[in-house]
């Protein structure tokens, strides 16, 4: 404290002196500060490079992703093409459906999935059971998380009011309006129409493979069977999208652009409605098919397959317990027996091998044959029975039709030969597919020497041809293909595609386009069956006039007193093989064993209008049963006073009786 | 009646360029704002209400004189760890961090404070000795600075802890340390981060790393944010897409647009020219800064406004680089732009006291 440094004295005494340079200080602090700036600088440089690196040379893709982001393309489903009848009656249409959807993202979290569930229940008293209800969480919790899930259909208005009002309590549910098909003559068509239902796994690979997958983003069903199968592409038309912005959660800001989708066209199938409903009331109970179709032009009126089942079912999503009893159902309700089922043609070919046997010079129409009880081979002892155990004697080919003489098939198909039969009944359309346009068909079998060779490692012997004479053997048939068979005989050998749209011309070759994108569409042949002169059809045809107009025919009793002249042949197909010694018997033999029962006819006889088959499964003999529907089908069809076909003959009729 | 002007901004301390560029910051920010907002009005107005409130603060702290802050920068320095250390006990629990006290009347951080206090300390601890500073004397601010730190990383607060040591770091820096000492310490520290990180960091922490370093790894969750971020950046490009007219911001695609994430938003609606503008902006008022430091009359004022004026800067820094995915996602607010008070109000406060030591000086030299 003695010495003063302080050269102050106003000016306390410091305890401790600080000897400091302050410009050494500055000069100090002045090299730090700078050399933190040019740092400063440096740190600077590298924050706007990088700005500049993702503003100005990235930019395109920075750019890019943000439209990606914000910018969605939600696909519009187009209305499906509706399907009509001949006369414009309503077959197919669509029904607004109102169903409530869920987005799995937008669910709220706070609460579970369950009581959620739970709750939507109870407010909407939707039939939910606890089955449902786990079903629904597990489709929600293994499912996308964007991908709507429907959790309830069918909605009335009352529950999307109350819905709508407590929205605000089921985050992520939302109500979609939807068009549904619906079929409102339900089982009625099942086999001809078809229906559609969800689009599955399959389809999907189907549509991928034909490249239509972005046709269908917005399509929920897809034509399973029938036409809505066969003309799907027309009847589905063009799928539209709308351009929208989007926020982070995926709600619509607004919307850019909108491309409307295109309408699927509308289609008219060559069916009669009414005439529909009659086909299947005549087959009632019993198992079997109808087909009744213009010998003109080949347009399907009537296309009826019994048992049948409700379109309706599959559309809104059939229950495994009802797809179960389809198929497990004896009757094989699912079968189309139109074009599916495969049947022994019996007798109802008599008059096309007749054709065969004139051209090929076998027999000519003045040939006297004698038909005996049986047929046997030379130097064989097999007795091929007639279906009359004592004969009909002396005949020529038209009373052998009238009176469906077997003998003297048996007799023309050992002549002719298998390669023959194969060649003509090939011709006739038979194992071959008839160009219907329908995915479910088969083509039965026509035998041939190859098919036993392949199918059985067998030879074929003379005494297979034989039972082909009569339409039995190793021959099946659709009633489809029948009848094709007899419409090309009845328009002498022009070939004649039966078909259900009623612009097939135009629509199949377009369908064939779409569906086979490689190959060319090949229009069918305009003449089916060569003869060297086309009155041999004439005597086919006359003898199936005799079948219904002659003395000893077979059909003359069904066809009593019609207002026109028909004329058509009967077929009884054996089920089992009859022994040697023994007699068919039906009431002794199971139901299921007995005789299938057929009819083809035609009418009018001159100018003929309407072909109409009748296959009736286990029914017995085919002039006692099937006949008679037969000549209802034609009844209703020729004499339906909504739409007369001969009101022109009935004049004529009338002015002759003057 | 200009020269009446002229005195009247004298009698209130405030120093014109740096008030310029401040108020330019401000203005840029409610115009960003609105936007950052949706165009929500009451947020904007609570933000321009916020702005006059930091205005204030900036001209009563550039009236105080620094000596004032020289002599009780200790007395808060004890305050606030007092209060860190109360915080810890009995914080508030909000965002799953520690941070704010509530006090009945206000909640309010201590670690805001410490952003002031912090540097006013170590200015003041080395003012008291002669510079350049020695090794000891540099050992001792260190032990200061981490204390407190060490508290707020217990919060945890990693991003404000990080930002109240560098600001302290900085004093030390200017202080005159040996280069030496600066790069064992570099050494020291590159060695000590793994240890960190394996026994001293959160998942969450650790999350942030990793998204950092890859942040397509996982777009949806913790790489959403800079993904999106980029986004924003990148398609703003030259001019960008205008005022109001910025998709990703306006859709929700950015995270927290209006707050950390700002500046997506203004390079997404102005561009790479916007960019440049605001960065010529931040540059003018750094300097602006800096010239005053460098101007500076005494030790403490010259490290208190330098260390400020380079924590400023590396508030820029953090932010404009998290944002653009140069560095991790820290939650550090883009100073002057992002929406919220504290922020603006604590970096306010320390543009008065840069302006304080502008002002004062003249006063002192009579």
Redesign the interface.
Request: with cysteine; glycine share 8%; charged share 20%.
């Given at each position: 404290m003695t010495f003063n440094f302080n050269q102050d004295p106003s000016r306390p005494l410091q305890q401790r002196v600080?000897?400091?340079d302050?410009i050494a200080?500055?000069n100090?602090?002045?090299g730090?500060?700078l050399i933190?700036?040019s740092v400063?600088i440096l740190?600077?440089v590298?924050?706007?490079y990088?700005?500049?690196d993702?503003?100005?040379v990235?930019?395109e893709?920075?750019?890019s992703?943000?439209?990606s982001?914000?910018i969605k393309i939600i696909p519009i489903a187009p209305p499906r093409g509706l399907i009509y009848d001949r006369y414009g009656n309503l077959l197919a249409e669509n029904q607004p459906l109102y169903e409530i959807e869920v987005i799995p993202e937008d669910i709220d979290r706070g609460k579970t999935v369950r009581n959620t569930l739970i709750e939507l229940k109870a407010l909407l008293d939707l039939p939910f059971e606890e089955k449902d209800i786990d079903l629904l969480v597990d489709k929600i919790r293994l499912g996308k998380k964007f991908k709507p899930i429907v959790v309830a259909t069918k909605l009335t208005e009352e529950q999307i009011a109350t819905f709508s009002v407590n929205q605000y309590d089921f985050s992520g549910f939302y109500v979609q309006p939807k068009l549904k098909r619906f079929y409102p003559f339900g089982s009625t068509l099942t086999h001809a129409l078809g229906y559609v239902a969800r689009i599955n796994q399959k389809d999907v690979e189907q549509l991928e493979r034909l490249n239509k997958t972005k046709n269908y983003a917005a399509t929920q069903d897809i034509g399973k069977q029938g036409v809505e199968k066969y003309y799907e592409d027309i009847l589905h038309g063009t799928v539209g999208y709308k351009k929208v912005?989007?926020?982070?959660?995926g709600r619509v800001?607004r919307t850019i652009e909108f491309a409307p989708p295109t309408p699927g066209k509308d289609i008219y199938l060559t069916i009669d409605i009414n005439l529909q409903k009659k086909a299947q009331e005549l087959l009632g109970e019993t198992k079997g098919a109808i087909v009744l179709l213009d010998p003109n032009n080949g347009e399907i009126l009537a296309f009826a397959s019994n048992p049948s089942y409700d379109p309706n079912m599959f559309v809104r999503g059939i229950l495994s317990s009802e797809y179960n009893e389809l198929l497990n159902n004896p009757d094989r309700p699912l079968i189309n027996r139109v074009s599916q089922g495969g049947y022994a043609p019996a007798s109802t070919i008599k008059p096309l091998m007749t054709v065969m046997g004139l051209n090929e010079g076998l027999i000519t129409p003045k040939t006297q044959f004698f038909g005996g009880p049986y047929y046997s081979l030379p130097g064989s002892k097999h007795k091929f029975r007639d279906w009359r155990r004592w004969g009909h004697g002396w005949m020529d080919v038209y009373r052998a039709i009238e009176i469906s003489c077997d003998t003297f098939f048996y007799d023309l198909a050992f002549k002719a030969g298998i390669d023959n039969i194969n060649k003509y009944m090939g011709q006739f359309g038979f194992g071959r597919h008839s160009g219907i346009d329908l995915y479910e068909e088969s083509l039965a079998n026509l035998p041939s020497k190859q098919w036993k060779q392949g199918r059985f490692k067998q030879v074929w012997v003379p005494g297979d041809t034989v039972p082909i004479g009569i339409g039995q053997g190793y021959w099946s048939t659709t009633l489809i293909q029948l009848v094709k068979a007899h419409a090309i005989l009845i328009q002498h050998g022009r070939n004649i595609i039966p078909h259900l749209a009623l612009n097939y011309a135009e629509m199949a070759p377009l369908e064939f386009a779409i569906n086979n994108p490689r190959q060319k569409y090949v229009p069918p042949k305009e003449t089916a069956v060569e003869v060297t002169n086309k009155g041999y059809f004439d005597v086919g045809m006359k003898g199936m006039y005799l079948v219904i107009n002659g003395p000893e025919g077979t059909g003359r009793r069904a066809f009593a007193g019609t207002k026109y002249k028909a004329a058509g042949k009967s077929g009884t197909a054996q089920i089992i093989t009859i022994k040697q010694d023994q007699h068919y018997n039906a009431s002794a033999i199971a139901k299921e064993h007995r005789d299938n029962a057929l009819f083809v006819a035609f009418a009018p006889y001159e100018t003929p209008k309407a072909l109409v088959g009748v296959i009736l499964e286990n029914a017995g003999g085919g002039s006692k049963f099937a006949a008679p529907i037969a000549r209802k089908m034609l009844d209703a069809y020729l004499l339906d006073p909504a739409h007369p076909q001969i009101e022109i003959q009935d004049k004529k009729a009338e002015k002759t009786k003057k | 009646m200009i020269n009446r002007l002229i005195n009247t901004f004298k009698n209130l301390h405030v120093d014109v360029p740096l008030l310029i560029g401040v108020i330019a910051l401000m203005c840029t920010s409610i115009v960003v704002q609105y936007s950052a907002t949706n165009e929500n009005v009451d947020m904007t107005m609570s933000q321009i209400i916020r702005t006059f409130v930091a205005l204030a603060a900036m001209l009563v702290m550039a009236a105080v004189s620094p000596k004032f802050y020289a002599r009780w920068a200790y007395a808060g320095y004890a305050f606030c760890t007092v209060l860190l250390i109360l915080v810890l006990i009995i914080g508030h629990v909000g965002k799953g961090a520690e941070r704010w006290l509530d006090l009945g009347i206000v909640r309010f951080q201590p670690a805001e404070f410490l952003k002031l206090i912090m540097p006013m300390t170590i200015a003041a601890f080395f003012a008291k000795r002669v510079l350049p500073a020695k090794f000891i004397p540099c050992i001792i601010a260190f032990g200061m600075i981490m204390f407190p730190v060490a508290l707020i990383v217990l919060q945890p607060d990693l991003g404000t802890a990080v930002l109240i040591a560098v600001s302290g770091c900085f004093i030390i820096y200017l202080a005159g340390l040996n280069w030496y000492l600066i790069l064992s310490g570099a050494l020291l520290f590159a060695l000590y981060a793994p240890i960190h990180w394996f026994f001293f960091m959160y998942d969450y922490q650790k999350q942030r790393i990793f998204t950092f370093l890859n942040p397509e790894s996982d777009p949806l969750h913790s790489g959403y944010n800079i993904i999106q971020s980029k986004i924003a950046i990148g398609s703003g490009g030259m001019v960008g897409k205008g005022w109001l007219h910025g998709t990703q911001s306006h859709l929700q695609f950015l995270p927290e647009s209006h707050t950390d994430f700002i500046f997506a938003v203004f390079c997404e609606e102005f561009g790479f020219a916007g960019v440049l503008f605001l960065m010529s902006l931040y540059a003018a008022v750094i300097a602006r800064c800096a010239y005053i430091s460098m101007h500076a009359q005494n030790t403490f004022e010259r490290l208190l406004s330098g260390a400020l004026t380079l924590t400023f800067f590396f508030y820029i820094f953090v932010n404009v680089g998290m944002v653009s995915g140069l560095l991790p996602v820290v939650g550090v607010p883009l100073p002057m732009i992002s929406y919220g008070g504290t922020s603006m109000i604590t970096l306010s406060a320390a543009f008065g006291i840069i302006m304080a030591i502008s002002t004062h000086r003249k006063k002192q030299q009579y």
């Amino acid at each position: 404290m003695t010495f003063n440094f302080n050269q102050d004295p106003s000016r306390p005494l410091q305890q401790r002196v600080i000897f400091r340079d302050n410009i050494a200080e500055a000069n100090l602090f002045k090299g730090r500060i700078l050399i933190a700036l040019s740092v400063v600088i440096l740190m600077t440089v590298a924050l706007i490079y990088n700005l500049y690196d993702l503003q100005i040379v990235r930019y395109e893709s920075f750019a890019s992703r943000s439209n990606s982001n914000r910018i969605k393309i939600i696909p519009i489903a187009p209305p499906r093409g509706l399907i009509y009848d001949r006369y414009g009656n309503l077959l197919a249409e669509n029904q607004p459906l109102y169903e409530i959807e869920v987005i799995p993202e937008d669910i709220d979290r706070g609460k579970t999935v369950r009581n959620t569930l739970i709750e939507l229940k109870a407010l909407l008293d939707l039939p939910f059971e606890e089955k449902d209800i786990d079903l629904l969480v597990d489709k929600i919790r293994l499912g996308k998380k964007f991908k709507p899930i429907v959790v309830a259909t069918k909605l009335t208005e009352e529950q999307i009011a109350t819905f709508s009002v407590n929205q605000y309590d089921f985050s992520g549910f939302y109500v979609q309006p939807k068009l549904k098909r619906f079929y409102p003559f339900g089982s009625t068509l099942t086999h001809a129409l078809g229906y559609v239902a969800r689009i599955n796994q399959k389809d999907v690979e189907q549509l991928e493979r034909l490249n239509k997958t972005k046709n269908y983003a917005a399509t929920q069903d897809i034509g399973k069977q029938g036409v809505e199968k066969y003309y799907e592409d027309i009847l589905h038309g063009t799928v539209g999208y709308k351009k929208v912005e989007v926020d982070s959660t995926g709600r619509v800001a607004r919307t850019i652009e909108f491309a409307p989708p295109t309408p699927g066209k509308d289609i008219y199938l060559t069916i009669d409605i009414n005439l529909q409903k009659k086909a299947q009331e005549l087959l009632g109970e019993t198992k079997g098919a109808i087909v009744l179709l213009d010998p003109n032009n080949g347009e399907i009126l009537a296309f009826a397959s019994n048992p049948s089942y409700d379109p309706n079912m599959f559309v809104r999503g059939i229950l495994s317990s009802e797809y179960n009893e389809l198929l497990n159902n004896p009757d094989r309700p699912l079968i189309n027996r139109v074009s599916q089922g495969g049947y022994a043609p019996a007798s109802t070919i008599k008059p096309l091998m007749t054709v065969m046997g004139l051209n090929e010079g076998l027999i000519t129409p003045k040939t006297q044959f004698f038909g005996g009880p049986y047929y046997s081979l030379p130097g064989s002892k097999h007795k091929f029975r007639d279906w009359r155990r004592w004969g009909h004697g002396w005949m020529d080919v038209y009373r052998a039709i009238e009176i469906s003489c077997d003998t003297f098939f048996y007799d023309l198909a050992f002549k002719a030969g298998i390669d023959n039969i194969n060649k003509y009944m090939g011709q006739f359309g038979f194992g071959r597919h008839s160009g219907i346009d329908l995915y479910e068909e088969s083509l039965a079998n026509l035998p041939s020497k190859q098919w036993k060779q392949g199918r059985f490692k067998q030879v074929w012997v003379p005494g297979d041809t034989v039972p082909i004479g009569i339409g039995q053997g190793y021959w099946s048939t659709t009633l489809i293909q029948l009848v094709k068979a007899h419409a090309i005989l009845i328009q002498h050998g022009r070939n004649i595609i039966p078909h259900l749209a009623l612009n097939y011309a135009e629509m199949a070759p377009l369908e064939f386009a779409i569906n086979n994108p490689r190959q060319k569409y090949v229009p069918p042949k305009e003449t089916a069956v060569e003869v060297t002169n086309k009155g041999y059809f004439d005597v086919g045809m006359k003898g199936m006039y005799l079948v219904i107009n002659g003395p000893e025919g077979t059909g003359r009793r069904a066809f009593a007193g019609t207002k026109y002249k028909a004329a058509g042949k009967s077929g009884t197909a054996q089920i089992i093989t009859i022994k040697q010694d023994q007699h068919y018997n039906a009431s002794a033999i199971a139901k299921e064993h007995r005789d299938n029962a057929l009819f083809v006819a035609f009418a009018p006889y001159e100018t003929p209008k309407a072909l109409v088959g009748v296959i009736l499964e286990n029914a017995g003999g085919g002039s006692k049963f099937a006949a008679p529907i037969a000549r209802k089908m034609l009844d209703a069809y020729l004499l339906d006073p909504a739409h007369p076909q001969i009101e022109i003959q009935d004049k004529k009729a009338e002015k002759t009786k003057k | 009646m200009i020269n009446r002007l002229i005195n009247t901004f004298k009698n209130l301390h405030v120093d014109v360029p740096l008030l310029i560029g401040v108020i330019a910051l401000m203005c840029t920010s409610i115009v960003v704002q609105y936007s950052a907002t949706n165009e929500n009005v009451d947020m904007t107005m609570s933000q321009i209400i916020r702005t006059f409130v930091a205005l204030a603060a900036m001209l009563v702290m550039a009236a105080v004189s620094p000596k004032f802050y020289a002599r009780w920068a200790y007395a808060g320095y004890a305050f606030c760890t007092v209060l860190l250390i109360l915080v810890l006990i009995i914080g508030h629990v909000g965002k799953g961090a520690e941070r704010w006290l509530d006090l009945g009347i206000v909640r309010f951080q201590p670690a805001e404070f410490l952003k002031l206090i912090m540097p006013m300390t170590i200015a003041a601890f080395f003012a008291k000795r002669v510079l350049p500073a020695k090794f000891i004397p540099c050992i001792i601010a260190f032990g200061m600075i981490m204390f407190p730190v060490a508290l707020i990383v217990l919060q945890p607060d990693l991003g404000t802890a990080v930002l109240i040591a560098v600001s302290g770091c900085f004093i030390i820096y200017l202080a005159g340390l040996n280069w030496y000492l600066i790069l064992s310490g570099a050494l020291l520290f590159a060695l000590y981060a793994p240890i960190h990180w394996f026994f001293f960091m959160y998942d969450y922490q650790k999350q942030r790393i990793f998204t950092f370093l890859n942040p397509e790894s996982d777009p949806l969750h913790s790489g959403y944010n800079i993904i999106q971020s980029k986004i924003a950046i990148g398609s703003g490009g030259m001019v960008g897409k205008g005022w109001l007219h910025g998709t990703q911001s306006h859709l929700q695609f950015l995270p927290e647009s209006h707050t950390d994430f700002i500046f997506a938003v203004f390079c997404e609606e102005f561009g790479f020219a916007g960019v440049l503008f605001l960065m010529s902006l931040y540059a003018a008022v750094i300097a602006r800064c800096a010239y005053i430091s460098m101007h500076a009359q005494n030790t403490f004022e010259r490290l208190l406004s330098g260390a400020l004026t380079l924590t400023f800067f590396f508030y820029i820094f953090v932010n404009v680089g998290m944002v653009s995915g140069l560095l991790p996602v820290v939650g550090v607010p883009l100073p002057m732009i992002s929406y919220g008070g504290t922020s603006m109000i604590t970096l306010s406060a320390a543009f008065g006291i840069i302006m304080a030591i502008s002002t004062h000086r003249k006063k002192q030299q009579y």
